[in-house]
């Protein structure tokens, strides 16, 4: 049995033989990039707000792309259960699906959030709890996993979402959306940070951290699904933030049928 990476399967109890997955990456700008790059850097904070809300309205935000991408390819994101990751105050992205779900729970560590988390996202559950400790704790599962990670190094030492892995998988339902933010492309201002690059090099398995390629992550999550008995569907990227490099990576995966059982 080979797993996504090529290596044989080493720990995995189920036998699964993983499909080859779909893939397909965009970095073509959409009107979203366009208006996020004509903006002036540093815009004071209640411009911004309204560019943001503006822009939110005439649907063109990448999560809004997103969620219409997700529905083109049947998923029936009405009808599914989401939970936010790391929900800071909610404005940024959160509020941009929040209509387009079932139901939203939001997790974030910084109670000076929950009184802006309750007024920006309505009807969803607000948890002001420690997402690591959560994941672990939840009763509940999700069709829908937002991680909107810090990109850079935060907390006692995470970096990115990579300490999320494997607990994440505790939380999926079958099948799951899961949404991740990663950045292909480090800017060269912030390889600094030897802690993350070297996070990355062992995440990724590359001796060039700074750079790797979209596909190449697809091959490292595929390769964690499979371990933990799901197989990846099909992946999809959707540039974010052209300044910052960073890019929706959204990847769908399920449990082989043989592989469900009454209890899973
Ligand atoms: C990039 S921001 C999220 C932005 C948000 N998704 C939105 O739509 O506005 C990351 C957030 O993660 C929160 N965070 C950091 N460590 C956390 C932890 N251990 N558990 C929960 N939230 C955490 C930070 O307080 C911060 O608000």
Redesign the pocket.
Known sequence: MRRPDGRSAGRTSRAIEPGAPRRESSSAPTAADVLAAILPKGIPDPLWRTAWSLRRRAGLSPTQDVFRELRRRGVPTGDVAAV?V?????????LDYLASVKSLEA????PA?EADLRHNLPGATIRI????EEINRTVRRFGIVVV???ITT??PGYVEHFDLFPDLFRIAENPCVLLLNVCPKVPAALRDDARRMSRRAAFYGTPRPHDVPIDRMVQTYATLMFDHGFLIDWSFARRRAYRTGIYYLVMRMSRPAASVTSDS
């Not at 790391?86 to 959160?94: E, K, L, P, R």
């Not at 997790?107 to 910084?110: D, F, K, R, V």
């Open positions: 936010e790391f929900a800071g105050n909610g404005f940024c992205h959160t997790w974030e560590l910084s959030h709890t420690d997402s690591f909107d990670n810090t935060f907390g």
